[in-house]
């Protein structure tokens, strides 16, 4: 099969796994190699040290794998509307019920084998989250759409409620155009509505100041300064998407039924959660994004969440 075909077959296919967008790009060098080192050096990775150490690899895609032709990029919606909890507690859309690394992992396999199968020969290698690959970038460049000020990657048909995930294969497919509009115009209320400020700039994001990184990647306690602005949101921040226009007017029910959340009296109460153990934590939790952050990580956030609670109500 020629590239064009392959393309039109891959694309055919990811569409019939579920994925709402697909598009198909190279592993060129990235375009904000600077923009990563200036982010780096001015420590807003906070303790992902990750970033650091996948730093060159993200600036310069090709060298995860240099026999890669092709990198397939697709779009998974996890937007849904939040389950109606006894206890208020925020949980960000896509750790409400089980690990998309799960959903996607096994649907990406599929793609790949569909491709090296209609090529005949070649390899591919599948990415969700886990790979040291600039995925919004990629995305962007495989006309997906644009990186907008709050980071997010948002598709002009799907919002910013999405995963990105990759297939990377040595397979020749034909490349789909960049997606070169800034669509965000003269808006700024996603800048405005983070709640712990944490955008210095548009497009720049502090994650040492952002509920999502206080609250899932770091280990260490979230700042005195920083704790009221955490307000209810026990694990995660939707706030700079939910407040987007592109979200508003264009986020949509997901199809895909294992990313609706969990009933709601599936939930426990903030008490529950620290009184539980480890074994009661996995059993909870273990098959959720949730996971990330530890059982400790867990109980930290619901400390603070207990006490902006106090706190509002007077009783501190
Ligand atoms: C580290 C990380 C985080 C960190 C840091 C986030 C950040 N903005 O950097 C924390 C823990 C805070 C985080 C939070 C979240 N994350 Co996260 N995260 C990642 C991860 C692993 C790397 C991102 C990264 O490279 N950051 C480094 C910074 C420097 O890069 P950047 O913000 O993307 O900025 C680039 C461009 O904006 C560009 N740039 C710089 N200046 C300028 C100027 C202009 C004009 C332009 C156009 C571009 C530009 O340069 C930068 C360097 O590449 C990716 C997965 C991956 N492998 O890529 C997921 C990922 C970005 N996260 C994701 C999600 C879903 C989230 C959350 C929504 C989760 C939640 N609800 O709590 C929040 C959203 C917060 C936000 N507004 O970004 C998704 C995003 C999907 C999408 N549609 O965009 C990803 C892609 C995971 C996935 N595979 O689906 N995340
Ligand atoms: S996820 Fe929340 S805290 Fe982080 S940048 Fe967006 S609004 Fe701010
Ligand atoms: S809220 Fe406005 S500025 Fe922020 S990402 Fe959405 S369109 Fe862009």
């Given at each position: 099969m020629n590239p064009q075909d392959l393309a039109r077959l891959t694309k055919a296919t990811a569409a019939e796994l579920g994925f709402d967008a697909c598009g198909i790009t190279n592993l060129s060098g990235s375009r904000y190699a600077v923009a990563l080192d200036d982010w780096l050096a001015a420590g807003r990775h906070g303790e992902m040290l990750y970033?650091?150490?996948?730093?060159?690899q993200r600036q310069h895609p090709a060298d995860v794998w240099p026999a890669a032709r092709s990198v397939v990029v697709v779009l998974h919606n996890y937007y849904h509307e939040p389950p109606a909890k006894p206890?208020?507690?925020?949980?960000?859309?896509?750790a409400q019920d089980i690990d998309y690394h799960h959903v996607i992992g096994e649907k990406l396999r599929r793609l790949g084998v569909t491709i090296v199968t209609a090529a005949g020969e070649g390899a591919f290698r599948v990415y969700v989250d886990s790979g040291p690959l600039p995925e919004r970038e990629l995305a962007s460049r495989a006309g997906l759409g644009w990186l907008a000020k709050n980071t997010m990657l948002i598709h002009p048909g799907l919002g910013s409620f999405t995963f990105i995930a990759s297939v990377l294969t040595d397979v020749e497919l034909a490349k789909d155009a960049p997606f070169e509009a800034d669509r965000c115009g003269s808006c700024t209320r996603c800048l405005e509505a983070c709640p712990t400020d944490a955008f210095p700039t548009p497009h720049v994001l502090d994650a040492t100041r952002c509920v999502s990184y206080l609250t899932i990647e770091a280990r260490s306690d979230v700042p005195a300064p920083l704790r009221a602005d955490v307000g209810?949101?026990?694990?995660g921040c939707d706030i700079c998407q939910e407040v987007c226009p592109w979200n508003v007017r264009f986020a949509r029910e997901t199809a895909e039924?294992?990313?609706r959340p969990r009933p709601a009296s599936q939930w426990p109460t903030l008490e529950e959660i620290l009184a539980l153990d480890a074994e009661a934590f996995e059993r909870r939790f273990g098959d959720?994004?949730?996971e990330r952050s530890r059982l400790s990580g867990l109980q930290r956030n619901a400390r603070v969440v207990l006490e902006n609670r106090r706190r509002e109500t007077g009783g501190d």
């Open positions: 970033m650091r150490r996948q730093a060159r206890d208020p507690y925020l949980v960000s859309r896509y209810d949101n026990l694990f039924p294992r990313y959720t994004a949730i």
